[in-house]
Nanobody, 123 residues
Framework: QVQLVESGGGLVQAGGSLRLSCAASGRTSSMYAMGWFRQAPGKERELVATINWSGVDTSYADSVKGRFTISRDNAKNTVYLQMNSPKPEDTAVYYC????????????????WGQGTQVTVSS
C-alpha cells in the first residue's frame, strides 16, 4: 500500500510560480513511478507529468511542457511539481498518483491517488 498526501496548492497570479509537493508513505513507495494529474471543473482528469522511480525519466503534457517540472527526492519520499508561469487555464484540482511504471500512470488505471490540492491561477 502507498499513501499519498499533496500540499502546496493555493492561489497564484498568472506568470508567478507555485510548487506542489506529494509525500508518499509505504514500504516500497520510492520504487514507484509517480505522476501528477489535474481535473478542472466540467473536464476530464488529465495527466500532467510523470517521473520514473529513479527520477531520470520524465514526461509532460504538451500544455505544460517548458513551464512545469516534475522531480522527486527519494530520501524524503516526496515528489514535486514546480509550476512556473502558470496560466488561468492551469486552474484545477491537482492529484498525485503512484503506479509501478509510467506506462501504468499513462493508462489512467492508477492504483494509488492522493486526495488532491486546489490550484487557482488568477489573471
Amino acid at each position: 500500500q502507498v499513501q499519498l498526501v499533496e500540499s502546496g496548492g493555493g492561489l497564484v497570479q498568472a506568470g508567478g510560480s507555485l510548487r506542489l509537493s506529494c509525500a508518499a508513505s509505504g514500504r516500497t513507495s520510492s520504487m514507484y513511478a509517480m505522476g501528477w494529474f489535474r481535473q478542472a471543473p466540467g473536464k476530464e482528469r488529465e495527466l500532467v507529468a510523470t517521473i520514473n522511480w529513479s527520477g531520470v525519466d520524465t514526461s509532460y503534457a504538451d500544455s505544460v511542457k517548458g513551464r512545469f517540472t516534475i522531480s522527486r527526492d527519494n530520501a524524503k519520499n516526496t515528489v514535486y511539481l514546480q509550476m512556473n508561469s502558470p496560466k488561468p487555464e492551469d486552474t484545477a484540482v491537482y492529484y498525485c498518483a503512484a503506479g509501478r511504471t509510467r506506462v501504468v500512470l499513462s493508462s489512467g488505471v492508477v492504483p494509488y491517488w492522493g486526495q488532491g490540492t486546489q490550484v487557482t491561477v488568477s489573471s
